[in-house]
């Protein structure tokens, strides 16, 4: 088994946000973001009315509050790294929190 890149404090860290945000910010309506990790990417994904999308990942730095941010492009069906001209990308700030808020602008619900 390979060594884990994201230590497990982060990883908790991370899912203390995410879960605070669902319950925050979208208890009224049948919404809410998934973590996931492999490597050194977090992916947020989001699940509305059943359905799992894509949303970003975030590529550890080794800094909580400086991740590389990549958007989800469905017409490429890849994160993309590169693109900063998306409804949203003002938000991000190379934080957990402001790649949420740059995702819900992105892919409104």
């Not at 390979?2 to 309506?29: A, H, M």
């Not at 992916?43 to 949303?55: A, C, E, M, N």
């Not at 001209?85 to 808020?101: E, P, R």
Request: net charge negative.
């Amino acid at each position: 088994m390979g060594k884990k890149v994201i230590p497990d404090e982060i990883r908790e860290e991370v899912i203390g946000i995410v879960e605070r945000y669902n319950q925050e910010e979208l208890n009224s309506i049948p919404c809410y973001f998934i973590v996931r990790f492999k490597g050194k990417f977090l992916y947020l994904d989001r699940s509305v009315h059943g359905k799992t999308s894509p949303i970003c990942r975030l590529k550890y730095q080794e800094d909580f509050d400086d991740w590389d941010f990549a958007i989800y492009k469905w017409s490429s069906k890849s994160y993309d790294s590169e693109d900063f001209l998306f409804d949203g990308s003002q938000y991000v700030d190379g934080t957990i929190a402001g790649a949420i808020k740059a995702g819900m602008h992105a892919y409104p619900v």
